[in-house]
Antibody, heavy 116, light 107 residues
């Protein structure tokens, strides 16, 4: 059974860079796309973009200037960096295996709070 | 971006009730829609993709239908574990977008 686990700091200061890692276990990172999706507290879901195992990326234009994804196939990990964060970036961040027709498997999510 | 809307925004129902949730896309998305269930403090769980194909392990009481711009998720007989928020998501183009959610709670 594929499992995804997000990790990273739970508190980031305004204007700094948010960095998260998603570790995939129980399956290979290869042949799939991996999406990041976030959910502000009490609100809906926002797709941030995906990265393929090849390193190809597709970012949501709403975040494109601030977001960077990377992949480490040797560690079965994908990573997210979001720069110049504000309080509006406070959210639960999920990674998910992206079958392109749907997000098939999700991590448990990690809450990141942007506050000084 | 394709806008997804859902109705109702919330519904109160009893165990055993039939519940139908509607999702509308702002443009034709063929059958490229997925449905998710989310319980408080948990990640969304994929129920249905390609409008009507059930994800492995999803109970048969969940079904999806529709094409073009109008879609429905039906729970044929609501069970206690089904009280949750349900989201639709279009998989037709990028950026992927979600509906605002429909909360199903206990009547």
């Amino acid at each position: 059974q594929v499992q995804l686990q997000e990790s990273g700091p739970g508190l980031v200061k305004p204007s700094e860079t948010l960095s998260l890692t998603c570790t995939i276990s129980g399956g290979s990172i290869s042949r799939y796309y991996w999406s990041w999706i976030r959910q502000p507290p009490g609100k809906g879901l926002e797709w941030m973009g995906y990265i393929a195992y090849t390193g190809d990326t597709n970012y949501n234009p709403s975040l494109k200037s601030r977001v960077t994804f990377s992949v480490d196939t040797s560690r079965n990990q994908v990573s997210l960096k979001l720069s110049s964060v504000t309080a509006a970036d406070t959210a639960v961040y999920y990674c998910a295996r992206d079958r392109q027709v749907a997000f098939e498997y999700w991590g448990q999510g990690t809450l990141v709070t942007v506050s000084s | 971006d394709i806008e997804m809307t859902q109705s109702p925004s919330s519904v109160s129902a009893s165990v055993g009730d039939r519940v139908t949730i509607t999702c509308r896309a702002s443009q034709d998305i063929s059958r490229w829609i997925a449905w998710y269930q989310q319980k408080p403090g948990k990640a969304p769980k994929l129920l249905i993709f390609a409008a009507s194909t059930s994800q492995d392990g999803v109970p048969s009481r969940f079904s999806g239908s529709g094409s073009g711009t109008d879609f429905t998720l039906t729970i044929s007989s609501l069970q206690p574990e089904d009280f949750a928020t349900y989201y639709c998501q279009q998989a037709y183009n990028y950026p992927r977008t979600f509906g605002p959610g429909t909360k199903v709670d206990i009547k």
